[in-house]
Nanobody
Framework: QVQLVESGGGLVQAGGSLRLSCAAS????????MGWYRQAPGKQRELVAD???????NYADSVKGRFTISRDNAKNTVYLQMNSLKPEDAASYYC?????????????WGQGTQVTVSS
């Protein structure tokens, strides 16, 4: 099992910055990909960014150039630096970890952290 604990959400003005953190515990050493998803009210959960254990990153088009995902494998922690925040970035942000198993990739989720962006 993998447990994920997020921190860093909050209220920020448009144009401001926030940094999210997610620490993994349990069977964290076997995690391959870590990332962030977000879900706004009435919308589907969407991938924001993810990063492999080797450091390869992937971003949603809507956040490219503004958000940066990074990872500290020694601490089993993933970060999301969010700059130039827009009102449309407001959502609940969920940490995600993916661990390979004999039956395929298994997903784990954090409890979510709220990001509110005022215009």
């Amino acid at each position: 099992q993998v447990q994920l604990v997020e921190s860093g959400g909050g209220l920020v003005q448009a144009g401001g910055s926030l940094r999210l953190s997610c620490a993994a515990s349990g069977s964290a050493a076997s995690i391959d990909i870590m990332g962030w998803y977000r879900q706004a009210p009435g919308k589907q959960r969407e991938l924001v960014a993810d990063i492999t254990s080797g450091g390869s990153t992937n971003y949603a088009d809507s956040v490219k150039g503004r958000f940066t995902i990074s990872r500290d494998n020694a601490k089993n922690t993933v970060y999301l630096q969010m700059n130039s925040l827009k009102p449309e970035d407001a959502a609940s942000y969920y940490c995600n970890a993916r661990r390979p198993t004999a039956w395929g990739m298994r997903h784990y989720w954090g409890q979510g952290t709220q990001v509110t962006v005022s215009s």
